[in-house]
């Protein structure tokens, strides 16, 4: 199997279905893709007016989305949002919020967050537990984490915030996945020099919508803004977000859903090795033939998420329909006959 994932140390991404057929070229298709954490069933698209995209965004639709987004997210009236073109704009930004800071990532985690504020030059370190973070200026937190799912709790979120705030630093905490997990967001209860990102595309199964929410402290909210500039969301993003953010009872028969998929994914998991974790709208499975089955899902057409600091585990999505976890089991099924042990 030749590796087509991309240059020597690259940072390796779901979705990315070139790779896939350049690593699989006699795979059947339709490609099942479940390298990601995107839900497979998407909030259903409101008809857009065509005036959307032949006008910049407007300001009152800026403020009616971020409004929906503070009462989807639970914001302090105390708190600032803004609005950016997905999350992933955001972290790069962050670095200026703290130039030269010695930062420390809580990880494995998604490895953006690091690579942004390596690229700044700033100082950056993987611990793997908040006490070991000493004298950092930045800790990053992703809550729950990608690819584990692991959540820490509140109490020692807030006590790190705390510890950061008296020395002028800043606590970021990554919520991409924390729709579908009550209680897990620091938002409702912010502290000081805490900074939340929220992403809009995952739960809501619009990944290409492009729109993610910053939410903290006004001086860093605003710094935020002003880098992004005008017209930073396109107008039917505004729209779709609004609508889809306001939408709390799609939101809780989604989560309703997705758990009893997460169960069903669990239970066929469970043939092939031991499921170590994740969320909702992802499992994660440990097991030494990892790479054996990677590419047997491969050679069937199915797409699942590797890791270059561990190949031992695989991130499993969520199908999208029966023909999808049927292709799927059958896969999975083909270990106990030792066609790919």
């Not at 069933?41 to 971020?66: C, D, I, V």
Request: aromatic content about 6%.
């Amino acid at each position: 199997m030749a590796d087509g994932a991309g240059t020597e140390g690259a940072i390796w991404h779901g979705g990315d279905l070139a790779t896939a057929k350049a690593l699989f070229h006699d795979a059947p298709e339709p490609w099942i893709d479940l390298s990601t954490g995107i839900n497979p069933f998407p909030y259903p698209l409101p008809a857009l007016p065509l005036s959307l995209w032949q006008r910049l965004p407007g300001g009152r639709e800026e403020a009616a989305l971020l409004a929906a987004a503070g009462r989807a997210y639970g914001m302090l009236p105390a708190s600032a949002i803004v609005a950016a073109p997905g999350t992933q704009i955001l972290i790069e930004l962050l670095p200026r919020l703290a130039p030269q800071a010695r930062v420390a990532v809580l990880g494995p985690t998604y490895g953006e967050h690091e690579l942004a504020w390596r690229k700044a030059g700033c100082e950056v370190c993987e611990i793997a537990d908040l006490a070991e973070a000493g004298a950092a200026d930045v800790v990053v937190v992703v809550n729950p984490n990608n690819p584990d799912g692991h959540i820490v709790d509140l109490p020692a979120l807030t006590a790190v915030a705390g510890s950061l705030a008296a020395r002028g630093g800043l606590l970021v905490i990554d919520e991409a996945f924390a729709d579908f997990q009550p209680g897990a967001s620091l938002v409702p209860t912010l502290p000081q020099a805490t900074l939340v990102l929220r992403s809009f595309g995952k739960a809501y199964g619009l990944a290409g919508v492009r729109l993610g929410f910053a939410i903290g402290e006004s001086r860093h909210v605003e710094a935020l803004r002003g880098m992004l500039g005008p017209w930073a969301v396109a107008g039917p993003a505004l729209e779709i977000g609004t609508q889809a953010l306001g939408d709390a009872g799609w939101l809780a028969a989604q989560e309703k859903a997705r758990a009893a998929d997460a169960r069903r994914l669990d239970a066929l998991l469970a043939r092939s090795g031991r499921v170590v974790g994740g969320t909702i709208l992802y499992r994660l499975l440990e097991t030494s033939a990892a790479p054996a089955l990677f590419e047997r899902l491969g050679r069937a057409g199915i797409y699942v998420r590797r890791f270059r600091h561990d190949p031992s585990r695989l991130r499993f999505g969520l199908p999208g329909d029966e023909p999808g976890w049927v292709r799927l089991e059958t896969v999975l099924g083909a270990e106990g006959d030792g066609r790919w042990s």
